[in-house]
Nanobody
Framework: QVQLVESGGGLVQAGGSLRLSCAASERTFSDYNMGWFRQAPGKQREFVAGITRSGGSTTYTDSVKGRFTISKDNAKSTVYLQMNSLKPEDTGVYYC???????????????WGQGTQVTVSS
């Protein structure tokens, strides 16, 4: 199985930046599409960004377009989420996920990390 471990979360002021990392214990990391999701307290988990196996295609939820960038390093078996111009509404637990098919729904992904907390203050 694929094990995913997120890191890089923390507390940041509005307008600041964070870079999340997700390391995978998988030699065939390039076989998987990757995604980032987030969940605020009392809310459903929502899709944030996704990237295809080769890293050639990316997709973002409207609220983060122009601010967040997802990238993938197959050699390091790591996916990243660069978050700029952070807003309080970006606060939540961020999860990385891996799947054999791309998608913006949680059901499209087969493996999940434990999550990392991101808190954006005003």
């Amino acid at each position: 199985q694929v094990q995913l471990v997120e890191s890089g979360g923390g507390l940041v002021q509005a307008g600041g930046s964070l870079r999340l990392s997700c390391a995978a214990s998988e030699r065939t990391f390039s076989d998987y599409n990757m995604g980032w999701f987030r969940q605020a307290p009392g809310k459903q988990r929502e899709f944030v960004a996704g990237i295809t196996r080769s890293g050639g295609s990316t997709t973002y939820t409207d609220s983060v377009k122009g601010r967040f960038t997802i990238s993938k390093d197959n050699a390091k078996s790591t996916v990243y989420l660069q978050m700029n111009s952070l807003k309080p509404e970006d606060t939540g637990v961020y999860y990385c996920a891996a799947g054999e098919r791309p998608g913006s729904k949680a059901e499209s992904y087969d493996y999940w990390g434990q999550g990392t907390q991101v808190t954006v203050s005003s």
